[in-house]
């Protein structure tokens, strides 16, 4: 093949592999209470970062956080599911967005209770709170995954 053909079929091939920028947004089922407005603020909060986002109201969220494994202590108002995590909570987009790139070995991040200064517990900065982004797995285990504000 001569040099120019072998050039273009290159070039054919690179165009042809999808960028990150071309794949699809990531989908969230999330799962939360019908009364529950803040979980509808953090909704709104994934869908302006890129996230198709699906809801289901639920009764409790307790069987669900249950089946998943999340520990009690991260525990709170919504959970959602998105490429094979679990998210917990108020947890960021950008950390979501993190997790998905960087794939650990965990079974999901969560925000634990409801910290003011959260996604979707924004407070125009007044009475704003420090928080972590918490990880864990399956056994129970939890760490800090991240800090905010940063």
Not at 53 to 63: I, L
Not at 124 to 134: E, I, K, W
Request: charged share 15%; net charge positive.
């Amino acid at each position: 093949m001569p040099l120019t053909m072998r050039w273009a079929f290159v070039a054919l091939l690179i165009a042809a592999v999808p960028t990150a920028a071309q794949q699809p947004p990531a989908a969230v089922d999330v799962y939360k209470t019908p009364t529950c407005g803040c979980c509808s603020k953090w909704v709104a909060h994934m869908r302006a970062n890129g996230f198709t986002v699906k809801t289901t109201d639920v009764e409790s969220t307790g069987p669900i956080q249950g089946r998943h494994a999340v520990p009690t202590e991260v525990r709170s108002c919504h959970t959602a599911l998105v490429g094979g995590y679990v998210l917990e909570g108020h947890v960021p987009a950008a950390e979501v967005k993190r997790l998905l790139k960087e794939r650990p070995r965990i079974a999901g991040i969560a925000v634990p209770g409801m910290p003011a200064g959260s996604p979707g517990m924004e407070m125009d900065g007044v009475n704003a709170q420090p928080y972590h982004v918490m990880s864990f797995d399956r056994t129970g285990r939890v760490n800090v995954f991240a800090t905010y504000p940063r």
